[in-house]
């Protein structure tokens, strides 16, 4: 079993940067394969960003591509998304999720297994 703890959330002005956390337990986090997902009020949750299981491959949404980036620290055992130039629009809770098939990526919701609690982004004009 995987437990994801996502932290690193807040209030910040467009244009602002932040780095959400994701810190893993009961496995290491190279035998998964971690993405991003945000969810607005309102909205459906929608895929923000994936990577591959050596982080060669990094995979966006439009939305976010160029802005954020994706990575994680295996001593650490923990996943970021870095969040720069952030537009009100970013505004959501982020959830940090993750699935077994370590061979392959997905941007679809229903292929992840574990997922952690979320934590709020606010973003203000």
């Known amino acids: 079993q995987v437990q994801l703890v996502e932290s690193g959330g807040g209030l910040v002005q467009a244009g602002d940067s932040l780095r959400l956390s994701c810190a893993t337990s009961?496995?290491?986090?190279?035998?998964?394969?971690m993405g991003w997902f945000r969810q607005a009020p309102g909205k459906e949750r929608e895929f923000v960003a994936t990577?591959?299981?050596?982080?060669?491959?990094?995979y966006y949404s439009d939305s976010v591509k160029d802005r954020f980036t994706i990575s994680r620290d295996i001593a650490k055992n923990t996943g970021y998304l870095q969040m720069n130039s952030l537009k009100p629009e970013d505004t959501a809770i982020y959830y940090c999720?993750?699935?077994?098939?370590?061979?392959?990526?997905?941007?679809?919701?229903?292929?992840?297994?574990?997922w952690g609690q979320g934590t709020q982004v606010t973003v203000s004009s």
């Open positions: 999720a993750a699935h077994d098939q370590i061979f392959r990526v997905y941007r679809d919701s229903k292929s992840y297994t574990y």
């Open positions: 009961g496995r290491t986090i190279s035998s998964v394969i």
């Open positions: 990577a591959t299981r050596n982080g060669g491959s990094t």
